[in-house]
């Protein structure tokens, strides 16, 4: 059994990925072939672009399917009230089983006062808070860019200006200060590997996953790349309770399910140690109550 706690879906095609298809259905079949139990998608905010799926509309995709969760989220930059009362009521009525915030994507500090309010809703819900962490990925080309033909029509990238937005030693005021809220920084927070180390070190309250460290199917996923993936993840999970803490995650299309299976199975660890990463671990977390094998 497997919970994949960092699952994106689209209705349009994919380019450039390991798969065309990143539907609901597609994303389910997939779950089938790799024993993923519970998949948990994200929804997604991104004012820049002017894309994303937002809670209600990600909330009618999935629609009662028990294979998927949601992780809600909100448009901090623009309707933080409005979307903090929307996830309230979610949260009231059991809709969601986590919020994410997509920092640098969005133009916020973490630890801003402004969001102590959010984690005071997740404190009281018992919701998990999932960050972006580490690298950000450009909304244009690189040809775009040089060219400064943006598709924000903004005369500068707002991505390279949010860089420092997505480093893990930024959350650390706001972790600190709510030490009852669990915070699940994405991704290894890849290139930063170190200090989302030092971050979990200081603080029990914070988790990582095993999300987006390449493009499968792409010149990006050599075994070279794949090995110096694994040795971070033994560093991580050498740490205090580091076992406790790691997750499986995608972050399909980015990642597909068999690539992250094979940088668990490449670790070679005892089942049991095995088993809180593929699913004990978010069971616990997301207060799922599944109980192994076939649910």
Not at 23 to 42: D, G, M, Q
Not at 265 to 274: A, F, T
């Amino acid at each position: 059994m497997i919970i994949d706690v960092h699952v994106h879906t689209s209705t349009h095609p994919m380019h450039g990925l390991h798969t065309i298809d990143a539907s609901l259905p597609a994303i389910e079949h997939a779950c089938e072939k790799h024993n993923i139990t519970r998949a948990f998608v994200i929804a997604t905010y991104f004012p820049y672009k002017g894309t994303g799926v937002p809670n209600d509309q990600m909330l009618a995709r999935i629609d009662g399917n028990q294979r998927f969760a949601l992780i809600g989220s909100l448009d901090v930059m623009n309707r933080f009230d409005e979307g903090l009362i929307e996830l309230e009521s979610l949260a009231r009525k059991c809709k969601i089983v986590g919020v994410k915030l997509f920092a640098g994507y969005q133009s916020f500090h973490v630890s801003d006062q402004k969001m102590f309010s959010l984690y005071a809703l997740c404190e009281h819900y018992h919701l998990p808070i999932t960050i972006h962490g580490g690298e950000l990925h450009h909304c244009c080309p690189r040809d775009r860019r040089e060219r400064g033909d943006l598709k924000c029509q903004n005369s500068f990238c707002w991505i390279d200006r949010n860089t420092d937005l997505s480093h893990p030693g930024t959350f650390a005021r706001a972790i600190r200060l709510f030490p009852d809220v669990n915070f699940v920084i994405a991704h290894l927070a890849n290139p930063y590997f170190d200090e989302l180390r030092q971050l979990m070190t200081d603080f029990p309250n914070v988790y990582t996953d095993t999300s987006g460290q390449f493009l499968s199917g792409t010149e990006e996923a050599t075994p070279e790349y794949k090995q110096q993936i694994m040795n971070e993840l033994r560093a991580f999970l050498a740490l205090p309770k580091g076992e406790d803490r790691l997750m499986f995650g995608s972050d399909f299309p980015i990642q597909s399910f068999k690539d992250t299976i094979e940088l668990v199975d490449g670790l070679r660890l005892p089942r049991k140690v095995r088993e809180k990463i593929e699913w004990k671990n978010a069971n616990r977390l997301y207060r799922l109550g599944l109980t192994g094998g076939k649910q």
